[in-house]
């Protein structure tokens, strides 16, 4: 039904910038919004940047200033970039899709939300 393609996670050392990439596809006839959540071992997730379909953005404090998210709705796409990565910038990110789906003989409307596999995102001091 859905599928998200993250790309982008990699080794970087501090200071240096990564760009992760997901795109949606599949039955999904209109997007809410889309984002980056983060987890660390031990740790919660936590949502690092998200967007709405209208272009508002939530960024993570401990973020602010240094990444920017962005979108295109055409190709259902949302790009991370991350700038003066940190090593408590390490985790696994993982990106959400909050969108609306038809099912049923009614073509009935719903709202759900779907994950991707997750990406490693390694910082090194």
């Known amino acids: 039904q859905v599928q998200l393609v993250e790309s982008g996670g990699g080794l970087v050392q501090a200071g240096g910038s990564l760009t992760l990439s997901c795109a949606a596809s599949g039955n999904i006839l209109s997007v809410n919004a889309m984002g980056w959540y983060r987890q660390a071992p031990g740790k919660q997730r936590e949502l690092v940047a998200g967007?709405?379909?209208?272009?508002?953005?939530n960024y993570a404090v401990s973020v602010k200033g240094r990444f920017t998210i962005s979108r295109d709705n055409a190709n259902n796409t949302v790009v991370l970039q991350m700038n003066s990565l940190k090593p408590e910038d390490t985790a696994v990110y993982y990106c959400?899709?909050?969108?609306?789906?038809?099912?049923?003989?009614?073509?009935?409307?719903?709202?759900?939300?779907?994950w991707g596999q997750g990406t490693q995102v390694t910082v090194s001091s």
């Open positions: 967007i709405t379909s209208g272009g508002s953005t």
């Open positions: 959400n899709l909050d969108y609306i789906v038809t099912y049923g003989i009614f073509s009935s409307r719903k709202r759900e939300s779907f």
